[in-house]
């Protein structure tokens, strides 16, 4: 067995690099704000299907 350094992002995902740990954090952030837009009503395709794609 080997003891490690590593680097832990917010979500618990372990990095061994510092850079490496700042990039998947900052994609963290990206995902939610795309994450906040398609939960949003600005969002012009919303998950739920409109009258001409809906099946009967």
Not at 8 to 26: M, P, R, V, Y
């Amino acid at each position: 067995m080997e003891q490690v350094t590593a680097f832990k992002a917010s979500d618990g995902t372990l990095f061994f690099t510092t850079n490496e740990c700042q990039l998947h954090e900052i994609s963290l952030v990206w995902r939610g704000r795309i994450n906040e837009f398609l939960d949003s009503e600005i969002n012009p395709f919303p998950a739920k299907g409109n009258a001409g794609t809906h099946k009967k």
